[in-house]
């Protein structure tokens, strides 16, 4: 890998209950010159869930930087789905230099609130008495907008067969180490990288409100707000947050 190659590194992290393939269409036009990486955290996809002791955002954060030493990147934009921006804020908390650029997607730096506590726990008993099949089948409606719910079909499906394959164990501890994840809207304030927000106004899971009490944290932020969209707009509007991403990213590279 020569040295710009090092440069053009982008780190795709999916969230809760999810895999690398809900990526797989939105990096399709991605310019040659990126090099792009999107892992399954360990307990998820393709990764053997029984070795895994430690779900927290700290431990997955030690996993992304295996993944980037291993790509031999000293530096990549990290863009974070959800609990993958939860991970990403994590790994930018313990490694600062390695970061050129994080986008929030659908994320929020923000500890849970006593009430997304308690829903969690909640979901944990869910989980515990009903399986994870079960569950699946009322989680994953509501993470798009009303308004996506027929033309959505496919991808809602897609994620329910993706979460309805995750291990129990992997989805008990992942709910268990969300909500007990630290408030790390410190690292937005203190960030010596550009940050970017996806923001969609119908998302259930990281409410508009949420978002906005944040994007003017860095000292240096771009926010895409988007109507009709809920918490996966990679699925809901995925030609305006592609390009949001590629330009963010050709900003800090160099690449316009």
């Known amino acids: 890998m020569n040295t710009s190659d090092k440069k053009l590194v982008l780190i795709y992290l999916h969230g809760f209950a999810e895999n690398h393939t809900i990526w797989t269409e939105f990096i399709q036009n991605c310019p040659p010159e990126y090099k792009v990486l999107t ?7 393709t990764a053997d869930s029984s070795r895994v002791t430690d779900y927290s955002m700290e431990a997955l954060a030690e996993f992304v930087k295996g993944e980037l030493d291993e790509a031999d990147a000293q530096q990549a934009i990290l863009i974070g789905h959800s609990m993958g921006g939860y991970v990403a804020l994590a790994f930018a908390e313990k490694y600062p230099a390695r970061v050129a650029g ?49 033309t959505m079909m496919p991808y809602r499906r897609q994620l329910e067969e993706i979460g309805a394959a995750t291990s129990q164990a992997s989805i008990i501890g992942g709910m268990r180490a969300m909500r007990d994840r630290p408030d790390r809207t410190e ?66 590279f160099g690449t316009y």
Do not use: W
């Open 187 to 252: 690292v937005l304030r203190k960030a010596t990288f550009p940050v970017l927000f996806i923001v969609g106004k119908e998302d259930a899971a990281v409410p508009l409100a949420t978002s906005l009490e944040q994007v003017a944290l860095p000292p240096e932020s771009t926010a895409l707000f988007l109507e009709r969209v809920g918490h996966v707009g990679f699925f809901e509007r995925p030609q305006s947050t592609r390009r949001a991403v590629l330009d963010f990213v050709g900003g800090i």
């Open 39 to 45: 892992p399954d955290f360990p307990g998820y996809g």
């Open 102 to 150: 994080l986008c929030l997607f659908h994320s929020s730096a923000q500890a849970d609130t006593d009430e997304k506590k308690a829903n969690r726990d909640k979901n944990i008993s869910f989980v515990e008495r009903h399986g994870v099949v079960k569950f699946m089948e009322t989680f994953i409606r509501p993470l798009f907008a009303d308004a996506n719910e027929e």
